[in-house]
């Protein structure tokens, strides 16, 4: 990412903030600054598409975006749950070298999110033992839910 210092500081505050970047050291964090790029969606546009391969993870930086599924006997996918402002998505097509498992589309105009590529996360999360188990554990986690809720 080329940009200002200041704007520097204020993703790597921002980073500080989300729970699960809350423990890296302070080099890795600037290290995944240096490499973020910056995506806008408006309400209504997908970010991650059920089915599709996906090599990016996201960061929400503003705005809000909801999870939605095809499941078993229904032709609309269904409403899963909304991610706002320091959450995040698409780890599970990363960490399961599978494709994307949900849709993720953005719910309000200007919704911006911080991307991460594939070889930057594992450079984060891969280095990191107790994130990747961390990460890992929710993967399951979600699946066990894609089961129960009957996912295509
Ligand atoms: C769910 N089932 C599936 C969410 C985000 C991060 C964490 C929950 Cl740690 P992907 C689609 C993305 C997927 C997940 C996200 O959608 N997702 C879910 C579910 O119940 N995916 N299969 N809930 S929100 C969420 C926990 O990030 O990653 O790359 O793309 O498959």
């Given at each position: 990412?080329?940009?200002?210092?200041?704007?520097?500081?204020?993703?790597?505050?921002?980073?500080?903030?989300?729970?699960?970047?809350?423990?890296?050291?302070?080099?890795k964090l600037s290290?995944?600054?240096?490499?973020?790029?910056?995506?806008?969606?408006?309400?209504?546009?997908?970010?991650?598409?059920?089915?599709?391969?996906?090599?990016?993870?996201?960061?929400?930086?503003?705005?809000?975006?909801?999870?939605?599924?095809?499941?078993?006997?229904?032709?609309?996918?269904?409403?899963?749950?909304?991610?706002?402002?320091?959450?995040?998505?698409?780890?599970?097509?990363?960490?399961?070298?599978?494709?994307?498992?949900?849709?993720?589309?953005?719910?309000?105009?200007?919704?911006?999110?911080?991307?991460?590529?594939?070889?930057?996360?594992n450079q984060m999360?891969?280095?990191?033992?107790?994130?990747?188990?961390?990460?890992?554990?929710?993967?399951?986690?979600?699946?066990?839910?894609?089961?129960?809720?009957?996912?295509?």
């Amino acid at each position: 990412m080329k940009s200002t210092q200041a704007t520097q500081e204020e993703y790597f505050s921002f980073l500080r903030s989300v729970s699960l970047l809350r423990d890296l050291p302070e080099e890795k964090l600037s290290k995944i600054v240096d490499c973020l790029e910056i995506d806008y969606f408006d309400k209504g546009e997908y970010i991650i598409r059920e089915g599709e391969e996906g090599n990016t993870f996201f960061i929400i930086a503003k705005g809000e975006v909801c999870v939605t599924q095809t499941t078993g006997g229904c032709t609309e996918p269904r409403e899963i749950k909304t991610l706002g402002v320091g959450d995040y998505f698409g780890e599970k097509a990363l960490i399961s070298e599978d494709v994307r498992s949900a849709n993720i589309i953005s719910t309000e105009n200007d919704t911006q999110c911080l991307v991460v590529d594939r070889d930057n996360f594992n450079q984060m999360v891969g280095t990191y033992e107790e994130l990747q188990a961390y990460l890992k554990e929710y993967v399951e986690k979600l699946s066990r839910c894609d089961v129960r809720r009957n996912a295509q």
